[in-house]
């Protein structure tokens, strides 16, 4: 149980320590800093302690941002300091100071709670300010100010602020005006009945799956109801992360589930509308296939993009962000500019009206067809982003070291390079210079995937393309990625690889070649995504035995064009399903271990937003 140490004086009519017990804390008195210390050291060391002033007077909900959030080892609002236990030994430090004369500090501030987090900002301690908007967080010093304080917290809703703050700033369009104006209650009704985000975000999991199976029917009847099903699912896939931010519940393994499942929600999707159109005759398992390689590919151009550009230390002010702002400027624009990149609600709004009304076909036809005008128009933009940005970039040494290491590695782990890429790397030397980089490995994609389309199936030509495609990413990946367009080639193996596996099995011509395709994508996909997920949780990449297992990239697409060219179209469908299975097993045991262990092990809590597309 937390524990929470008022310090000073109580206040008549202070409703300060029933707040604190709504929080969960188990309130103690301490008279000066010596008493709060010796409180402080009875505290167990895996337990979150607080140091709040009695004269506090504040909402409930400014408490609780303030002291409650799980991600940060320190944080305080006026009047109030926390630490987890990862901060405890510093909040223990400065809180010592305060016992000896003059506070150990160069300001002299009434409040210790005050004093504690200046002394902590002293020292170089990181601690978290939550903004508060319009809650009151204040220490009155005396019965006029506290009259004002508590007028000024009794003309604020703090319920209202609270269901407010659980809806995030950015949005798309259709989860603004569609879902967040119901979901946000919906998520205060899970939070009053002790309901978790993970158990929100379970329920979203399962619904989609019964949508998939509800499309998998093939029936009018099934249609409607998996579009119907897959908007609840949208629902309550914002509802857990709304519940997250009303209630506070941030985990590691929450931020993990919700970013794995959304994907898997989607994908099985897919695969469930691919089935019920066969069932009515219609084989689209190649659009299915497809539609999850686009999206794919979407999503590593947003991680790559992001990555190398965290931390930049040169704005960008080029006329790609000028024309931007501009747009920005005009209120409707802002809005279209959101829907026509095609983010998750409206994707899936989409989707569920287009199986209701129509058939799969036509629904991935116009999903392809969106979503490759809305990759086009982002990478677009951010090609003449990161060219600008190279051209304006600050001479050497301005740019803080840690951010270009942090994106090298970032990069490199993405871009999943195999042992054959790595020893071939090494013999280089020193690598491709500028553009080169990126070009080389377009070209080494195209060459491969147009051999496996275009040369038919069991010719040797799609071998000698994956050579090749093998030696060119080497290339790419022989010096650290620092280029201006150097987080294009992680998107770029990506479509060569699964490009390849889409082209040999639509070759192949034969029953299952497509479905075992597309599980296969599907677990290599996964391995991908989890990449992008252990490295916004700062944890690394997965460990170098698991991409030596699975072989790289460059490996898996040799070993396709090879089974290709050995096996006939029938036993080529055996291999790529054995493959499929032993990649989804070997990567799924793997990432479970790893985020459970992170979870029970303490990481810190994260709170990932979610994926813009």
Not at 294 to 321: I, K, Y
Not at 407 to 435: C, I, M, Y
Request: overall charge neutral; some cysteine.
């Amino acid at each position: 149980m937390s524990t929470a140490i008022v310090t000073g004086q109580p206040v008549p009519g202070s409703s300060l320590e029933n707040d604190l017990r709504s929080l969960g804390f188990e309130v103690r008195v301490a008279a000066d800093a010596a008493d709060a210390a010796t409180l402080l050291a009875a505290v167990p060391a895996d337990s979150r302690v607080a140091l709040i002033d009695a004269r506090f007077v504040g909402h409930p909900h400014a408490l609780r941002l303030g002291l409650t959030d799980p991600r940060f080892p320190l944080a305080a609002v006026t009047g109030a300091v926390t630490a987890r236990p990862a901060g405890r030994a510093a909040l223990s430090r400065a809180l010592a100071r305060q016992t000896t004369t003059g506070g150990g500090t160069a300001v002299a501030v009434d409040s210790l709670a005050d004093r504690v987090v200046t002394a902590l900002d002293a020292e170089g301690a990181e601690v978290h300010r939550p903004e508060l908007g319009s809650l009151v967080a204040a220490v009155p010093t005396d019965p006029q100010t506290r009259n004002e304080a508590r007028q000024a917290v009794a003309a604020v809703d703090d319920e209202a602020v609270r269901l407010k703050s659980a809806v995030k700033a950015r949005d798309g369009f259709f989860t603004t005006f569609f879902v967040s104006p119901y979901s946000r209650y919906l998520a205060r009704w899970c939070a009053r009945r002790g309901l978790t985000p993970n158990q929100v975000t379970t329920a979203s999991l399962l619904t989609a799956l019964i949508a998939a199976g509800c499309a998998a029917t093939g029936t009018r009847g099934g249609f409607v109801a998996a579009g119907l099903l897959l908007v609840f699912s949208f629902v309550l896939d914002c509802t857990d992360g709304q519940l997250a931010r009303y209630s506070l519940q941030y985990s590691t393994l929450g931020a993990w589930l919700d970013a794995t499942f959304d994907r898997a929600k989607e994908y099985a999707y897919y695969a469930g509308l691919a089935l019920g159109a066969a069932r009515g005759g219609d084989d689209v398992w190649a659009l299915a296939l497809g539609a999850m390689i686009l999206q794919t590919c979407r999503h590593v151009v947003d991680f790559s993009f992001n990555e190398a550009n965290a931390g930049a230390a040169t704005a960008d002010t080029g006329p790609t962000a000028a024309l931007s702002d501009r747009l920005d400027s005009v209120g409707w624009t802002v809005w279209l500019r959101r829907m026509i990149v095609l983010p998750i609600g409206e994707r899936w709004a989409m989707i569920a009206v287009l199986t209701a009304v129509t058939t799969p076909r036509i629904t991935f036809y116009v999903l392809l067809v969106g979503c490759a005008f809305a990759a086009s128009y982002t990478t677009a933009g951010r090609v003449l982003r990161s060219v600008a940005r190279r051209k304006q970039q600050a001479p050497p040494g301005v740019e803080r070291a840690g951010s270009a290491d942090r994106a090298a590695r970032a990069l490199t782990d993405l871009a999943d390079s195999g042992p054959l890429a790595r020893v071939l790397a090494r013999t280089v030397g020193r690598g491709l210079p500028g553009l080169a980089v990126p070009a080389v490995a377009a070209a080494g994609a195209a060459v491969v995937v147009c051999a496996a389309a275009l040369s038919g199936y069991g010719g040797p030509l799609p071998v000698a393309a994956a050579v090749v495609y093998v030696v060119t990413s080497a290339l790419a990946v022989a010096r650290p990625p620092a280029g201006a367009l150097d987080w294009l080639v992680p998107p770029f193996f990506r479509a060569a690889e699964y490009g390849t596996v889409l082209a040999l099995a639509a070759e192949a011509e034969v029953n299952g070649a497509l479905p075992a395709a597309f599980g296969l994508v599907a677990a290599v996909a996964y391995h991908h995504y989890d990449t992008v997920y252990r490295i916004r949780g700062n944890a690394g990449a997965p460990p170098a035995w698991l991409v030596r297992a699975i072989g790289g990239h460059e490996g898996r697409t040799l070993l396709v064009t090879v089974l290709a060219a050995l096996l006939t179209a029938a036993q080529f469908k055996v291999a790529l399903t054995v493959l499929a299975v032993a990649v989804a097993l070997l990567v799924l045991a793997e990432s479970i271990r790893f985020w459970v262990a992170s979870h029970l092990g303490g990481a810190p809590a994260v709170h990932d937003e979610g994926e813009p597309a």
